[in-house]
Protein backbone atom coordinates (compact mmCIF):
# COMPACT_ATOMS: atom_id res chain seq x y z
CA UNK A 1 0.00 0.00 0.00
CA UNK A 2 1.54 3.20 -0.97
CA UNK A 3 -1.38 5.41 -0.27
CA UNK A 4 -4.77 5.83 1.36
CA UNK A 5 -6.89 8.63 0.22
CA UNK A 6 -10.36 10.44 0.09
CA UNK A 7 -12.27 12.91 1.12
CA UNK A 8 -15.23 11.94 3.60
CA UNK A 9 -16.66 8.32 2.17
CA UNK A 10 -15.17 7.56 -1.21
CA UNK A 11 -11.69 7.04 -0.58
CA UNK A 12 -8.77 4.54 -2.59
CA UNK A 13 -6.11 3.12 -2.01
CA UNK A 14 -3.23 2.51 -4.32
CA UNK A 15 -0.81 -0.56 -4.43
CA UNK A 16 2.67 -0.94 -5.99
CA UNK A 17 4.89 -3.45 -6.72
CA UNK A 18 6.99 -3.96 -3.63
CA UNK A 19 10.05 -5.46 -5.58
CA UNK A 20 10.04 -3.04 -8.27
CA UNK A 21 8.73 0.37 -6.53
CA UNK A 22 6.18 0.97 -9.48
CA UNK A 23 2.46 1.10 -9.98
CA UNK A 24 0.92 -2.60 -9.59
CA UNK A 25 -2.41 -2.94 -11.51
CA UNK A 26 -2.11 -7.19 -11.54
CA UNK A 27 -2.33 -6.76 -7.69
CA UNK A 28 -4.92 -4.04 -6.99
CA UNK A 29 -7.41 -6.56 -10.16
CA UNK A 30 -6.29 -9.53 -8.01
CA UNK A 31 -7.60 -7.41 -5.04
CA UNK A 32 -11.04 -6.57 -6.77
CA UNK A 33 -11.33 -10.18 -7.72
CA UNK A 34 -10.75 -12.05 -4.12
CA UNK A 35 -13.04 -8.85 -2.73
CA UNK A 36 -16.00 -10.21 -5.64
CA UNK A 37 -15.53 -13.78 -4.77
CA UNK A 38 -16.27 -12.49 -0.77
CA UNK A 39 -19.41 -10.18 -1.48
CA UNK A 40 -17.65 -6.71 -2.36
CA UNK A 41 -18.08 -4.98 -5.32
CA UNK A 42 -14.63 -2.73 -5.76
CA UNK A 43 -13.58 -0.79 -8.77
CA UNK A 44 -10.42 -0.22 -10.09
CA UNK A 45 -9.07 2.74 -11.40
CA UNK A 46 -6.11 5.70 -11.50
CA UNK A 47 -3.58 6.71 -14.43
CA UNK A 48 -2.01 2.51 -13.77
CA UNK A 49 -5.05 0.99 -12.61
CA UNK A 50 -3.10 0.01 -9.70
CA UNK A 51 -5.91 1.80 -7.25
CA UNK A 52 -8.94 0.52 -5.60
CA UNK A 53 -12.02 2.76 -5.25
CA UNK A 54 -14.19 2.26 -2.29
CA UNK A 55 -17.73 4.31 -2.08
CA UNK A 56 -19.32 3.63 0.44
CA UNK A 57 -22.80 5.23 1.06
CA UNK A 58 -23.21 7.76 3.56
CA UNK A 59 -26.56 5.52 5.32
CA UNK A 60 -24.11 2.84 5.54
CA UNK A 61 -24.70 0.93 9.12
CA UNK A 62 -21.40 0.63 11.39
CA UNK A 63 -22.01 -3.13 10.95
CA UNK A 64 -21.57 -3.32 7.55
CA UNK A 65 -18.79 -0.95 7.10
CA UNK A 66 -16.88 -3.30 9.09
CA UNK A 67 -17.83 -6.55 7.20
CA UNK A 68 -16.80 -4.74 4.19
CA UNK A 69 -13.35 -3.82 5.39
CA UNK A 70 -12.89 -7.09 7.03
CA UNK A 71 -13.19 -8.17 3.72
CA UNK A 72 -10.70 -5.29 2.26
CA UNK A 73 -8.30 -6.44 4.40
CA UNK A 74 -8.68 -9.89 3.96
CA UNK A 75 -8.79 -9.80 0.15
CA UNK A 76 -5.45 -7.80 0.45
CA UNK A 77 -3.71 -10.28 2.50
CA UNK A 78 -5.24 -13.28 -0.06
CA UNK A 79 -4.37 -11.02 -3.22
CA UNK A 80 -0.74 -10.94 -1.46
CA UNK A 81 -0.18 -14.52 -0.87
CA UNK A 82 -1.01 -15.57 -4.53
CA UNK A 83 0.53 -11.97 -6.63
CA UNK A 84 3.63 -11.81 -4.36
CA UNK A 85 4.63 -15.58 -4.17
CA UNK A 86 5.66 -15.13 -7.98
Do not use: W
Amino acid sequence: IVDIRGPGFMNAVEFNDVKKGLPSAEFANAVRLKALDKGLILLTCGVYGNVIRFLSPITIQDGVMTEALDILESSIRDARASVCSK
